[in-house]
């Protein structure tokens, strides 16, 4: 089984189900705020962190959220992923433009202060190649994304992406579709079972929205790697509370 060992993915060992890992965003606006969310994370289960730095006020002080994601990282001992996610894909208005993002990517990694990062791959291959090469020397897993908050794109589509993100060298791909009917979770459920056996790294996916939440408690009997739950807010349509996932994975794990 390989293991990524930033974020400590697995990928899909044949037909097997994956269990999958739970992580939870931490959305707080200043310090204060992502404190109070971690701290009442602290009795539950949670595998990995994710910090949404698009709703952190001072996104240009580089090194306040340096000194943030070490905190973070040395109060709760858990993989933290680092995410500034685009408005396009469901991501807060911030006023930095794509240069600024990359600059604040570059010292974020050259600090080792996280164990992850998420590039959407809707990024320019440029700048995706050369924060990968960054990544890859510090020991820090590239997620390669792809979110649609409207609809469920076609099944070789979602494939197609999926693709890209390997083709680029990413550690782990990721998709998040939004269906507007249950075919739609089934098309991405399917797209997951087939594709996770099939690529050299974990895959992770989901379906946002009512319909959708089944997709983040059995994702991992398709093959998904990772589990978003709520913390204090929900990052995403459909999240589910992080105690409420845990019980069901641990149903599910137990019993498979
Ligand atoms: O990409 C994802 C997945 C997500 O959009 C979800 O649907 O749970 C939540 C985001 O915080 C995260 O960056």
Request: proline share 4%.
């Amino acid at each position: 089984m390989n293991m990524s060992m930033g974020l400590q993915l697995h990928t899909r060992k044949g037909d097997e189900a994956v269990h999958p890992k739970i992580c939870v965003p931490l959305m707080g606006k200043n310090r204060e705020a992502l404190q109070d969310e971690w701290k009442q994370l602290r009795k539950k289960t949670v595998d990995l962190l994710e910090w949404r730095v698009d709703y952190f006020e001072k996104n240009r002080d580089v090194d306040l959220i340096i000194d943030i994601a070490e905190e973070i990282h040395r109060e709760t001992t858990r993989p933290l992923l680092f995410t500034k996610r685009s408005e396009a894909e469901g991501g807060q208005a911030v006023s930095l433009n794509e240069d600024e993002v990359v600059q604040l990517y570059e010292a974020v990694i050259a600090s080792a202060a996280v164990h992850g990062i998420d590039i959407e791959l809707r990024q320019s291959e440029k700048n995706t190649q050369h924060l990968i090469e960054q990544a890859r020397n510090q020991e820090i897993d590239v997620i390669l994304s792809h979110h649609n908050f409207t609809e469920t794109p076609p099944a070789q589509r979602l494939e197609e992406k999926i693709r890209e993100a390997v083709d680029l060298g990413a550690d782990v791909a990721k998709i998040a579709v939004m269906p507007q009917s249950k075919t739609d979770v089934l098309t991405l459920l399917q797209v997951t079972e087939k594709m996770s056996r099939t690529i050299p790294i974990p895959l992770i996916s989901m379906a946002m929205g009512v319909n959708g939440m089944i997709s983040r408690l059995a994702g991992g009997v398709f093959g998904s790697a990772l589990t978003f739950a709520s913390g204090a807010q929900a990052s995403a349509p459909g999240q589910i509370p992080v105690a409420d996932v845990e019980q069901v994975l641990r149903i599910l794990n137990r019993n498979m």
